[in-house]
């Protein structure tokens, strides 16, 4: 589960390629939502208590790394476009299609290389000063030319030089992309693209410092729904709403304190003694003794979260597909679901989970448990025994426990598996140096596009390809599809392309886990965004 | 006296150089490049040179070693990686929290623990002394986690008698300005009595958790130092002399004894101000031990050397403090005067 600060650099890039999906803008249509509560009125003036398991390090949306930092800045930070939700199992689903933000209309040419952004005129930061199209393009070029690590995400739509940002007039924002990409307009919903103040920036930088990273890592000028109040690292955030907010009156809270609670034990307790209201990061053991307490709701949807038993395609044994079929073939997915789990996930069948457009696990899909053939196909590579090891990060327990689970699968088959249980810090390094023989690992694309998962995970010579699986076919595919526009053979391609990896196995697709956020009852407007992370505008509880 | 404090204090700085020198070089065998820390994943090589660069990465390690030196002793334990902030700043700026958490139950735990140790002695093998025995074997066999995790369970969610483990203040209560950092205090000085109380209520629990705990240790010293003390000739001479038992036992008593006591609290202590990281976990305090403990998780290694200096600082301080207490406890050791 990953809600790991480490993580969060590579997330926030990875995210720019997958977001593609997504989109924004969601006002309107969550506002036609029902509110989800038990009875009573909502309470539109309700302060509402989130624990969070991690502490914001930098509010600087374009170089903070923690979870908790990436909640802050997405509530205050206003995109140019925005996500729409629509409600699924009381929960606020993140759409595909994208509406309205800064940007109350925008006309992207049919090439695709010339977009034009309407800014709405009654746009405010919270100091009152308005927001306009020199904001939004000093973001971009800090973004850009900055000194984030983010810099890298433009390029993905074609943005790479400060030429093609420009800001004609305060109303109106130009990109002009060099290629037309299908990930365009859900891109521009990220967060780390919301406006930030070029007045108040520049006040604060200086020549040693020219974008004023001091400053940003402890101050906003709020662009977006909230503002935050207070910063005291270690304990709280408190957000309140921010007055100058064009979308002010559909702000369903009075304000949000976020607390920094560190062990997801104390979190359960404090749901349930009601000394807050949302908490999330909580272990799927956790929220399986928290489903039976009636004053609590379970909020959960099916994520494209996938964990993975990855493989080593150029380390012996491993090269051999037979042994990897064999291996997939022996894994007991259910029972990691049902144990490790506690049930809160699903079977992944494939590099492209069930939750994700276009995702094809039930037609190709053919590993279902079983230790027969597994040695069958163990015999068939000309082998009786084989032992390999099995990494995974000592600070997932999880993990650990589904090592054992497959350990045990694989030694009745006649593969021998060592586990190593490594530092989180030598884990990423033999990751990163594509080194690990097979180990557990889980991923989530920002944008829950099927090539950019693809893309990442298994492309060749791709960088988070940590596998090393290598197919021409399937890259070809992969390059055909990602700029396909036409949706109907983009999916087609996307198929294809599943098929070839489910039956070359480059891993066992082990589980997709859910999005998982607990509640107190009466809260409502939990939502689950592209990015899986916290908006707060149609939260609220009665009473 | 004077003499004493001048050699102490260059032992002091040879022992902290030593600090120093080994963290550093200890931190920059263990596996992790600080630049791609910076950088992030997806930096190019020329970002990482840019990273490098920056921060003095590219220099020869002795070369960076001499700067970080430079700069820790004009109080500078340099750069976060996670947060890019000053550490020493970081720490400062945490230290109080884990200050009053700590200050408030050694203080309590020896309230608590000299006296019931002094009992203990003076009724040596009495019924007293046996139920004082099994508590301080309980009070040590206790896991610290354990015992937090039961007192919070039953004591604010099952009774709700505190307030439960989230931090320093409820929430709504705005900490009062800093002074002293310590939020007790800070808001008796301010006179708003409702926020001194809503921080001493909240400091309850887990205070409460390390008194338990921390007793038991203090408490097994006195006893023991003091049934020593207590068989000494010039115990025997004073009771013999028909002194008030009470004068015996404290003044006679107490003090001889206090000598290996100020040692073990001044390791409590020490602990409590740095390395409390189970506590400051489980009641969302925070405090140092939770900065070293993020620290650890995010590969902050830059903040973690820090930490590590600053609490070999802190624990060098100590030595000195209660070498002193030492001389002052007992006139034979008033160092200087006689060690030549």
């Known amino acids: 589960m990953n809600r790991r600060i480490h993580r969060a650099p590579l997330r926030s890039t990875v995210c720019v390629a997958l977001i593609a999906t997504s989109l924004a803008a969601c006002s309107a249509a969550a506002d036609q939502q029902k509110a989800a509560g038990t009875g009573g009125a909502a309470n539109k003036d309700a302060k509402l208590n989130v624990a969070l398991g991690s502490d914001v390090d930098l509010l600087d949306p374009h170089m903070f790394r923690t979870d908790a930092a990436y909640v802050v800045t997405a509530n205050v930070y206003e995109p140019l476009l925005r996500q729409k939700y629509a409600e699924k199992s009381g929960v606020l689903e993140g759409q595909t299609e994208v509406g309205p933000g800064l940007a109350e209309s925008w006309e992207v040419s049919p090439d695709g290389k010339k977009a034009v952004f309407h800014l709405r005129k009654d746009a405010k930061f919270a100091d009152g000063t308005p927001v306009t199209s020199a904001d939004v393009a000093y973001t971009f070029k800090r973004a850009m030319l900055g000194p984030g690590y983010i810099t890298a995400l433009l390029p993905f739509v074609g943005v790479s030089k400060p030429e093609q940002i420009q800001a004609p007039d305060p109303q109106t924002f130009i990109l002009t992309p060099s290629f037309k990409s299908p990930l365009f307009e859900r891109f521009l919903t990220f967060q780390v693209f919301g406006a930030i103040s070029e007045k108040a920036a520049k006040a604060h930088s200086t020549t040693a410092d020219p974008w004023a990273t001091a400053w940003l890592k402890d101050s906003v000028t709020s662009s977006g729904a909230y503002q935050v109040k207070e910063l005291s690292r270690g304990q709280q955030t408190v957000l309140e709403p921010n007055p100058g907010y064009y979308d002010a009156a559909k702000v369903k809270n009075g304000g949000i304190t976020l607390k920094n609670v560190p062990d997801p034990d104390q979190r359960a307790l404090l749901l349930r003694s009601g000394d807050i209201d949302v908490a999330d990061s909580l272990p799927p053991r956790l929220v399986s003794q928290l489903k039976n307490d009636p004053s609590l709701t379970v909020n959960r949807i099916p994520s494209s979260r996938i964990t993975y038993l990855g493989m080593n395609n150029t380390v012996a044994p491993l090269n051999d597909k037979l042994i990897r079929q064999a291996i997939s073939y022996a894994i007991p997915y259910q029972a990691i679901i049902d144990k490790v789990q506690f049930g809160y996930a699903s079977m992944a069948k494939g590099p492209v989970p069930p939750a994700m457009k276009s995702a094809a696990g039930e037609e190709y899909w053919k590993y279902n448990t079983n230790a027969d053939k597994a040695r069958e196909l163990l015999k068939q590579a000309g082998k009786t025994r084989v032992s390999t090891q099995l990494a995974v990060r000592e600070a997932q327990p999880q993990d650990t426990e589904a090592a054992v689970f497959i350990q045990e699968a694989l030694r009745q088959v006649g593969i021998d598996v060592q586990i190593q249980k490594l530092p989180d810090a030598t884990y990423y390094k033999r990751l990163n140096e594509h080194s690990l023989p097979m180990f557990l690992h889980d991923w989530f694309s920002w944008g829950e596009d099927p090539f950019f998962q693809m893309g990442f995970l298994l492309k060749s010579k791709a960088f988070t390809n940590y596998a090393n699986y290598a197919n021409p076919e399937f890259d070809a595919l992969l390059e055909k599809g990602t700029f396909e526009l036409d949706q109907a053979k983009r999916d087609d391609l996307s198929k294809q392309a599943q098929k070839i990896a489910i039956d070359d196995a480059p891993w066992a697709f082990l589980y997709s886990s859910d999005y998982l956020v607990v509640s107190r009852k009466g809260v409502s407007g939990v939502t689950r965004p592209f990015d899986q992370t916290l908006r707060f505008e149609y939260l609220t509880k009665t009473g | ?340």
Not at chain 2, 79 to 103: D, F, K, N
Not at chain 2, 135 to 145: D, E, I, P, Q, V
Not at chain 2, 242 to 260: C, I, K, S, W, Y
Not at chain 2, 301 to 328: E, H
């Open chain 2, 1 to 340: 006296m004077n003499r004493f404090l001048l050699r102490r204090t260059a032992t002091t700085l040879v022992t902290l150089f030593g600090i120093v020198t080994v963290v550093f070089f200890l931190v920059r065998v263990l596996p992790g490049d600080a630049a791609v820390l910076r950088a992030g994943p997806y930096a190019d090589a020329q970002r990482l040179a840019e990273v490098r660069a920056q921060y003095g990465l590219d220099r020869p390690l002795l070369e960076q070693y001499g700067s970080y030196l430079a700069g820790v002793v004009h109080g500078d334990l340099g750069t976060s990686t996670v947060s890019s902030g000053s550490v020493t700043y970081e720490l400062m700026g945490r230290m109080p929290a884990s200050l009053e958490i700590g200050l408030y139950a050694v203080l309590l735990a020896c309230l608590i623990g000299i006296p019931v140790g002094v009992l203990a002695a003076s009724r040596e093998g009495g019924w007293a002394d046996r139920v004082v025995r099994v508590l301080a074997a309980a009070g040590s066999a206790m896991a610290l986690f354990w015992l937090g995790l039961l007192l919070i369970y039953f004591l604010f969610y099952r009774l709700g008698w505190f307030p439960g483990p989230v931090g320093r203040l409820p929430t709504g209560v705005d900490p009062p300005p800093t002074v002293t950092g310590l939020y007790t205090v800070d808001a008796l000085i301010q006179g708003r009595v409702d926020v001194a109380w809503q921080a001493a209520r909240a400091l309850m629990l887990p205070v409460l958790t390390l008194v338990i705990v921390l007793v038991a240790p203090i408490l097994k010293m006195v006893r023991g130092s003091m049934i020593e003390v207590l068989g000494t000739d010039y115990v025997r001479t004073a009771k013999a002399m028909g002194l008030p038992r009470r004068e015996v036992l404290f003044r006679d008593g107490l003090r001889n004894a206090m000598l290996p006591v100020i040692t073990a609290i001044g390791i409590v202590f020490g602990y409590m101000l740095g390395g409390n990281i189970i506590v400051e976990t489980l009641f969302s305090w925070p405090g140092v031990g939770r900065y070293a403990n993020q620290a650890i998780k995010n590969h902050d290694l830059d903040a973690l050397q820090g930490f590590v200096i600053f609490v070999g600082v802190l624990y060098v301080l100590l030595n000195v403090v209660i070498d002193i207490c030492y001389g002052v406890l007992d006139p034979r050791i008033r160092l200087g005067r006689r060690s030549n």
